[in-house]
């Protein structure tokens, strides 16, 4: 059975494996995103806020080339990926404490 901290590592590869291919045209292969994706995952276990989280986003998906920094619609879906991964972490702790 796997633990809620392995089952939060495989939503954000997922979110990010989505958010990359429909963006394949710009920025950097997947492989790319895989140290970020531990960054967010940490963010997420040490309780950060949805506006942080997405505000790590945001500078992730922009330092990697698949956002512009005035992209608004970026913006509103790196807040929609935090809010995701965040209530996917509390309902996975809920579900198996540690």
Sequence with gaps: ?????TLLQQKI????VKEV??????????DDFVPY??????????GFSTEEVAAALFNIFHERGISHPLDH???ERCFQ???E????????KE????
């Design 1 to 5: 059975m796997k633990d809620a901290k």
């Design 73 to 75: 619609v970026a913006d």
């Design 81 to 83: 990926m935090a809010e």
């Design 21 to 30: 291919l429909k963006n394949s045209d710009r920025g950097e292969g997947l």
């Design 37 to 46: 994706e531990g960054f967010i995952e940490h963010c997420v276990c040490q």
């Design 95 to 98: 579900e198996k404490p540690s």
């Design 85 to 92: 991964i965040i209530a996917e972490w509390r309902r996975l």
């Design 13 to 16: 590869h997922e979110l990010f």
